[in-house]
């Protein structure tokens, strides 16, 4: 089973993170005993994974990736039309209100949880969705399980069907290749990738501050991946630096801190999930997100791929959009993880990926909503 898992290249955190959430839940029903956690934790963790990644990224790659990234996120956008129509269509066919497909469209899986307990009380108070709290949860929750457990499966259809790999062999953006047996890590390499980070967090931290004195909110994630992405770039290589090291850009050690910050977040939010309490909405909530599957598939194989250049960066695009497109960028970047440890980095997608995923689709996400609340 677990070469299975590791065949298809599903997230190790992820298998983990759901055995425990079902662990749990059977403990609920057994028992009437539910299980929480502290999660303060897991939100630094995240900080934590994409401030690494913004150190990772060099303008070179940002440049390379410009058109790229531009082609993402107009299939996004037009992406995130197709599911907020494809909920309300599924919705209308059990005799619900579109506001009920809305909720299964980019509210809760593209925005994921956050923009459903954000938009909750307004489909409450304006639409009169009793549970538009426990349906927008479901529907996130199931996404994610869904993002996670098709991305690599895509990836690797993929890469054998068009015979792709890496025009290079660079080190990996997150983590280290299962295949390199005799990489070694100094406990100073690390330590220094840890102060490197903090830096970089304290530097964004203090953007994101600013940017919200001047009335710009931002999660604290962004402006540390852009910190992340200015020092790297910005700092000359001869830059003193008081561990006599060089800036810890592309290091085994930065990818180990990336691995860890974001397996540890993803089985945090999994093993968490309350599974007992979205037992009572999954006819409609499953039918939903069936069709949401096969319509996140289609264009994938259809526009993503194809537009991105068929070739192994684009294979590697095509998981972390699965991941965002179901879930959420976290997702995305495990898919796009498991993938190239397995094949091969690809330094572009995780580039153009968590900038898509991470900051303009929430942005493009509020306007959508809002369009659909208006014209249907």
Not at 97 to 121: E, K, M, Y
Not at 245 to 256: E, F, V, Y
Request: charged fraction near 10%; include cysteine; hydrophobic fraction near 55%.
């Amino acid at each position: 089973m677990i070469s299975f898992l590791r065949e298809f290249s599903i997230p190790e955190p992820v298998t983990g993170g759901l055995l425990f959430s079902i662990l749990f839940a059977m403990v609920y029903f057994i028992t009437g005993i539910g299980v929480e956690f502290e999660l303060a934790a897991r939100d630094v963790l995240l900080v934590y994974f994409f401030t690494t990644i913004g150190i990772n990224a060099s303008f070179k790659d940002l440049i390379s990736g410009g058109k790229p990234l531009m082609i993402l996120l107009a299939i996004t956008i037009l992406y995130m039309f197709l599911q907020d129509l494809t909920g309300i269509t599924v919705a209308g066919l059990f005799g619900q209100p579109s506001a009920v497909g809305l909720i299964g469209g980019t509210v809760s899986l593209i925005g994921g949880h956050g923009t459903s307990i954000a938009w909750a009380p307004r489909f409450v108070e304006e639409y009169h969705v009793a549970n538009a709290m426990e349906i927008g949860i479901a529907c996130a929750t199931f996404g994610l399980i869904l993002a996670s457990s098709i991305g690599g499966p895509i990836a690797k259809f993929l890469i054998s069907r068009y015979k792709l790999q890496p025009e290079k062999i660079d080190p990996l953006d997150v983590g280290v290749s299962k295949e390199d047996k005799n990489l070694e890590i100094d406990y100073l390499e690390l330590l220094d990738a840890v102060l490197a980070i903090h830096i970089c967090i304290i530097i964004g931290l203090l953007l994101n501050r600013g940017l919200e004195v001047s009335g710009l909110k931002l999660p604290n994630f962004v402006t540390c991946l852009f910190a992340g992405i200015l020092i790297t770039n910005l700092m000359p290589k001869s830059f003193p630096r008081i561990t006599g090291t060089k800036w810890p850009s592309r290091t085994p050690a930065m990818a180990l801190v990336a691995d860890i910050s974001l397996g540890t977040f993803l089985a945090m939010s999994l093993m968490s999930m309350q599974l007992w309490t979205l037992i009572d909405l999954a006819g409609p909530i499953f039918a939903i997100l069936g069709a949401q599957v096969v319509v996140a598939v289609l264009v994938i194989l259809v526009a993503v791929f194809p537009a991105m250049g068929r070739n192994y960066d684009a294979a590697v695009v095509s998981a972390g959009f699965a991941g965002y497109s179901m879930g959420a960028t976290p997702t995305a970047m495990a898919n796009m993880s498991a993938v190239t440890k397995r094949y091969g980095a690809s330094h572009m997608a995780f580039i153009i990926v968590p900038l898509v995923g991470a900051f303009f689709i929430d942005l493009v996400n509020a306007l959508m909503i809002q369009f659909f609340l208006n014209h249907f």
